[in-house]
DNA sequence: GTAGGGTTAG
């Protein structure tokens, strides 16, 4: 046989289908004395067959005596962009220990990319002084991702240092300084530095320049900035809008929730990939036009543009808010049969099935994925505290300590929500002692939203007041609104209107404030109240978006509005509404017993509150929902039982 | 002979 060269050994290792011929090729520069070929090993490790052959490739660095710098920079930048960044860093780490080098001005751009993805920010630092120490730091490569690093985790002082202290900025350079602004919403610094560097007149803007100002719009959604902006690029901009530029603005107002000029820009567009198709359907989604997101789906597919991942987490969302649990599973179908499978669309469909009320559904799912991320565990748990079933987020809390995943405040927020649906207070205020003491995650005014409903409902008022009190954020409408909701349950008008007062001061041109206060007066029993509120917000022409539920029977999704006569069985429904009220009012004897008495009785008189609110055109917002949500989940327990059996 | 940074969609 022929001895085979590099050159030709390259070839093949790019024809490589499996990691045994990968192998095989391997044995063969073995035998033509090549295996130390350092470019044959970086071929390896970024071959067709990444991940897989990064594995491989790493074995074979591990076995190799005195690995070049060549090879580690190699591997450090395959693990840098590979799913287990931390591997880059501890590949550096070795390099430095092992072979007591310190690496070249090649080495570190990946490093620091490395410690951007793992937002490792001690490490980063560490590796900063260690590039200043050995002077790379007038390298620019280096330098933008080094200032990209402390963009991404948030440190943005230290990335302008970076910025102002290197002066042979390049287009790349300017650009991560605007990125960085952009990914901390300072969409006005982000414009400060675009429009220095055209005064600067160095460089030019280019694509990824315009790219970084439209997303610090989108993340901070400056609508009126990035209307600019738009301008700007079809006056200015030479180089067109590309499917890249035209995405990004489709996405800014989408999730600006401009979704007519969305969708202008949108149509604008001659060439649409995936990324466009899924910025709008996203965005309908977002906005709460699920109908829309899906029939924008079957239009993609018509246009045979392939959907990804994102299309499906887009659709399953928009199916979830709506509750069109079918539509879900037809989705949900067209994934699995397109192999479209991964935690993201996992956790999107436990989700559509917990909103739907399928909590058993939600859990097969979430007990089939392999990979959870903390927005797994979240939205079980959510889903489990908004179907009132605080035992089991309780037990699958403690489970995800076990499981060694982290909880962030989101996770804090389900559980004392759990805990708060059903009155297990001394429960929750354990959890928030926990969480602040243990996890050191300081409470956000979400959490104290939630403990002030949880001590509100179990009719602890006192405490409550107390606990706004000693709160060191500003409460905020949540806040004031579920201790006010608490006073109406409880009937202690006058801490009701002390509440009602902060509302107003807060949120004065909000309808919404109106109805609570009118809520609280109807559930005393003060019609004279409930008229005159009602009579001001008329004069105010305050109008309070209405809460909207939507049940699904067949296929068909069934949309009511507060009050609403619109379904051609309105009044069958409306009928069984009243009797449902007048059941409901003898199994719970009054409308403001204390939620103290478990599950049961907290659902059922949830459901009167919302049964009695729909019928009287008021609509009880609860804490942590949406109306529509709590209103939809209520109302369609009672409807499917019922009214549609 | 071999290599490098930033840029959209959840």
């Avoid at 609508?223 to 499917?243: A, M, N």
């Avoid at 965005?283 to 994102?310: H, Q, T």
């Avoid at 004392?416 to 300081?442: E, R």
């Avoid at 049940?551 to 509005?561: M, N, R, S, Y």
Wanted: proline share 2%.
């Amino acid at each position: 046989m022929k001895t085979q060269g590099p050159k030709s050994l390259l070839a093949l290792i790019e024809t490589c289908t499996s990691l045994n011929q990968l192998k095989q090729i391997h044995a063969k520069s073995i035998i033509s004395g090549l295996s130390y070929n350092h470019f044959i090993l970086t071929q390896i490790a970024n071959s067709f067959l990444f991940p897989q052959s990064l594995n491989y490739a790493t074995r074979i660095l591990v076995q190799t005596q005195e690995p070049s710098i060549f090879i580690y920079n190699s591997m450090i930048k395959a693990y840098s962009q590979s799913e287990t960044p931390f591997v880059a860093l501890s590949m550096y780490n070795n390099m430095r220990v092992r072979e007591n080098a310190v690496g070249d001005q090649f080495t570190y751009p990946f490093v620091f990319k490395a410690c951007a993805s793992e937002l490792a920010m001690e490490k980063g630092r560490e590796v900063h002084g260690v590039v200043v120490r050995i002077g790379f730091d007038s390298d620019r490569f280096l330098c933008s991702s080094l200032l990209n690093f402390y963009g991404v985790c948030g440190k943005i002082e230290s990335a302008r240092q970076v910025f102002d202290e290197f002066k042979a900025k390049d287009v790349v350079f300017w650009n991560a300084m605007i990125m960085g602004y952009a990914r901390n919403g300072m969409a006005l610094e982000a414009c400060e530095v675009f429009r220095e560097m055209v005064k600067v007149g160095e460089v030019a803007p280019n694509e990824g320049a315009v790219l970084a100002l439209i997303s610090a719009c989108t993340v901070s959604k400056n609508l009126k900035l990035g209307r600019e902006i738009h301008g700007y690029v079809r006056k200015e901009v030479t180089f067109g809008l590309s499917v890249k530029l035209g995405a990004a603005m489709v996405d800014l107002y989408a999730k600006c929730g401009c979704l007519d000029y969305a969708k202008r820009v949108f149509e604008g567009m001659p060439e649409k990939n995936s990324v466009v198709w899924n910025s709008l359907i996203s965005g309908y989604s977002l906005n709460g036009f699920s109908r829309e997101a899906i029939d924008l789906f079957k239009d993609m597919c018509f246009w045979d543009v392939k959907p990804d991942r994102y299309t499906i987490s887009g659709c399953l969302s928009a199916c979830a808010q709506t509750g069109a649990i079918n539509l879900g599973n037809w989705v949900r179908k067209f994934a699995e049969k397109n192999g479209l499978w991964d935690e993201f669309i996992g956790t999107s469909l436990v989700d559509l099935y917990a909103k739907c009320g399928s909590i058993e559904a939600a859990r097969e799912v979430f007990d089939q994925m392999d990979k959870k991320t903390v927005a797994t565990w979240n939205t079980i748990l959510s889903g489990y505290a908004s179907n009132g079933q605080a035992g089991s987020a309780i037990e699958l809390f403690d489970e995800m300590r076990k499981s060694g995943a982290i909880p962030d405040s989101i996770t804090f927020l389900s559980i004392l929500h759990a805990c708060a649906h059903a009155g297990l207070v001394d429960k929750g205020k354990q959890y928030f002692d926990s969480m602040v003491k243990n996890d050191k995650i300081t409470p956000k005014v979400e959490h104290y939203g939630c403990m002030v409903d949880l001590l509100g409902r179990a009719g602890l008022l006192k405490e409550a007041r107390e606990l706004i009190e000693r709160m060191d954020i500003e409460p905020n409408v949540i806040v004031w609104g579920s201790l006010f909701n608490a006073c109406s349950m409880h009937g202690d008008i006058e801490m009701g209107e002390w509440a009602a007062d902060h509302i107003f001061n807060l949120e004065a041109m909000d309808g919404g404030s109106y109805v609570l206060l009118a809520n609280m007066y109807a559930a005393a029993g003060r019609f004279d109240r409930v008229k005159a509120v009602r009579q001001a917000m008329v004069d105010a022409s305050f109008c309070k978006l209405p809460g909207c539920s939507m049940i699904e029977i067949g296929d068909v999704v069934h949309e009511f509005l507060v009050a609403d006569k619109t379904h051609p069985k309105s009044e069958e429904i409306y009928s069984v509404l009243d009797e449902l009220s007048d059941k409901l009012k003898t199994v719970t004897g009054s409308m403001r017993l204390p939620a103290l008495a478990g599950e049961h009785l907290e659902k059922v008189q949830g459901n009167l509150i919302n049964l009695r609110s729909f019928s009287h055109g008021l609509h009880i917002p609860d804490c942590g929902a949406t109306d529509s949500e709590s209103h939809r989940n209520d109302l369609e327990i009672y409807l499917k039982v019922s009214f549609f059996p």
